[in-house]
């Protein structure tokens, strides 16, 4: 089986009321707009998929006033995914637009860092401010799929398939991961939201909804390091990924990363 990995993501929401200082710490222009995307990815070797994140559902989109564009379970099907039949999940946190619809993949096991897992469970969910980008609904789910054994628990670093390691580098959530994917053209960095945007890793610019600022900015570094360049960092939200990497075929709402982008940054 290859270790060698194509790589898409698929846009499922976006948010254009925001502006940069929903996105940036001390940021010079605060109230300037600033528009957010929201991805779910697959990684596809020829004879595997595995999918990155489950993104929200249209009920989770109503209740946040955030409605989706399309059901990011059956968004996946452009690339060629049926969400039933998915035997590996990466969850890069638990927060609620990266957690949602995990009963839709009911022959899938979940790879999630422990650290997370205690911090969506624990002491500090008694607070209004951290549990906000938390759902209780989808984090009741995990618990249900860990005491199904449905959940594979990462310390730090952990290999999920050959080719395919998630590294928890914390910061925006206390057990947030990237994954690495090797593909025929070097390594590729998923951030999630490590870093949301280009700015934030580039410019060393901190997103507000964070846990501890010093490893969201050492994280920074570790995205960088695993890509091998800033080119093949993949943000977790940004529009420009859009515009950098090519369509995949026809459909409006996928591209594929691991080719690498077709325009300058």
């Known amino acids: 089986m290859s270790d060698k990995w194509q790589v898409y993501c698929v846009k499922y929401a976006e948010r254009n009321t925001r502006t940069r200082a929903d996105s940036f710490i001390m940021d010079v222009a605060p109230e300037m707009p600033h528009a957010m995307d929201y991805f779910v990815w697959v990684l596809d070797n020829g004879h595997r998929k595995v999918v990155v994140d489950t993104g929200y559902?249209?009920?989770?989109?109503?209740?946040?006033?955030?409605?989706?564009?399309?059901?990011?379970?059956?968004?996946?099907?452009?690339?060629g995914v049926d969400a039933e039949s998915v035997d590996t999940v990466i969850i890069t946190h638990l927060h609620y637009d990266h957690a949602g619809g995990l009963d839709r993949y009911p022959n899938a096991t979940f790879h999630l860092q422990a650290a997370e897992m205690a911090y969506a469970t624990g002491p500090c969910m008694c607070h209004?401010?951290?549990?906000?980008?938390?759902?209780?609904?989808?984090?009741?789910?995990?618990?249900?799929?860990?005491?199904?054994?449905r959940v594979v628990f990462h310390d730090g670093t952990g290999q999920v398939a050959d080719g395919v390691r998630v590294h928890c580098v914390g910061g925006h959530s206390r057990g947030l991961q990237v994954v690495e994917v090797e593909t025929e053209n070097g390594p590729l960095c998923l951030a999630s939201d490590a870093s949301?945007?280009?700015?934030?890793?580039?410019?060393?610019?901190?997103?507000?909804?964070?846990?501890?600022v010093e490893p969201m900015l050492a994280g920074y570094d570790t995205i960088q390091a695993l890509a091998g360049s800033k080119e093949r960092v993949i943000p977790g939200h940004d529009p420009l990924v859009t515009q950098h990497f090519p369509a995949f075929e026809t459909s409006g709402f996928a591209w594929r990363?691991?080719?690498g982008p077709i325009k300058p940054f």
Not at 57 to 73: H, K, N, T, W, Y
Not at 138 to 146: Q, Y
């Open 196 to 212: 949301h945007y280009y700015e934030n890793f580039i410019a060393r610019k901190p997103f507000p909804i964070v846990v501890d």
């Open 257 to 259: 990363l691991d080719k």
């Open 128 to 149: 209004a401010a951290l549990q906000m980008p938390f759902s209780a609904n989808h984090i009741c789910d995990m618990v249900r799929h860990v005491y199904a054994g």
């Open 57 to 79: 559902d249209a009920s989770e989109g109503v209740q946040r006033d955030r409605p989706i564009l399309r059901d990011p379970a059956k968004a996946i099907e452009v690339v």
